[in-house]
């Protein structure tokens, strides 16, 4: 079975397109800061 929503009612499934970077690059930084806390 598929994810919701990434297959449809005749059973192909579709690429979802997301973009994360702007997430990531946000971050990346803070779990960098983390890792030389510990």
Same mark, same amino acid.
């Given at each position: 079975?598929? &994810? =919701? =929503?990434?297959?449809?009612?005749? =059973?192909?499934?579709?690429?979802?397109?997301? &973009?994360?970077?702007?997430?990531? &690059?946000?971050?990346?930084?803070?779990?960098?800061?983390?890792?030389?806390?510990?």
């Amino acid at each position: 079975m598929a &994810d =919701g =929503g990434s297959e449809r009612a005749d =059973g192909r499934i579709v690429k979802m397109e997301v &973009d994360y970077s702007a997430t990531v &690059d946000q971050r990346l930084p803070e779990c960098a800061k983390l890792a030389k806390v510990v």
